[in-house]
């Protein structure tokens, strides 16, 4: 599927409020002052999904050492994420968007109409949006692609 969220380019971050998997609020106040990849992704556990956590999971030093923090989000639930986490060893935090209310929020589409959205944004230290992307099915791309915006940037705190 095409890029079909480039109209959140150039926007604000959203207010949000998601517990991560510690049951720790994760506010917008969170992603203010830094660099973010926040990647929206439809369930822990799926094969798609796991190969898309697990790719970032396997690039995190390279997005650390730039200064660039990930988030994962889905409406799964807290405790899903916690067994998620541990189960990938995944180093970065997931929040639970239980309802959809964040990619609501942002306009996300559904793919095919139901399945929730798979898409990755780099959100600057201002809270605005610099870049979108969207495959349903080229999962490992988001992680390539995101992290080829941040170099193409030379984004470094």
Not at 54 to 77: H, T
Not at 78 to 87: C, D, E, T
Not at 88 to 103: C, E, F, M, P, V
């Amino acid at each position: 599927m095409k890029d079909t969220h480039e109209y959140l380019v150039d926007t604000k971050f959203p207010e949000f409020n998601l517990y991560d998997e510690k049951r720790k609020y994760i506010t917008e106040e969170d992603i203010i002052g830094k660099w973010s990849v926040i990647f929206f992704y439809p369930k822990d556990e799926s094969p798609g999904c796991t190969l898309q956590s697990c790719s970032f999971r396997d690039k995190y030093e390279e997005f650390n050492n730039l200064g660039v923090q990930i988030f994962g989000v889905s409406s799964d639930s807290v405790s899903s994420h916690k067994r998620f986490k541990k189960r990938h060893n995944l180093q970065y935090s997931l929040l639970s968007d239980k309802g959809g209310i964040l990619a609501e929020s942002l306009r996300l589409k559904k793919n095919l109409g139901f399945l929730p959205a798979r898409v990755t944004l780099i959100v600057n230290p201002e809270g605005i949006i610099i870049y979108a992307h969207t495959s349903q099915l080229g999962v490992t791309g988001h992680v390539r692609k995101a992290l080829n915006e941040i170099k193409v940037r030379e984004i470094k705190i």
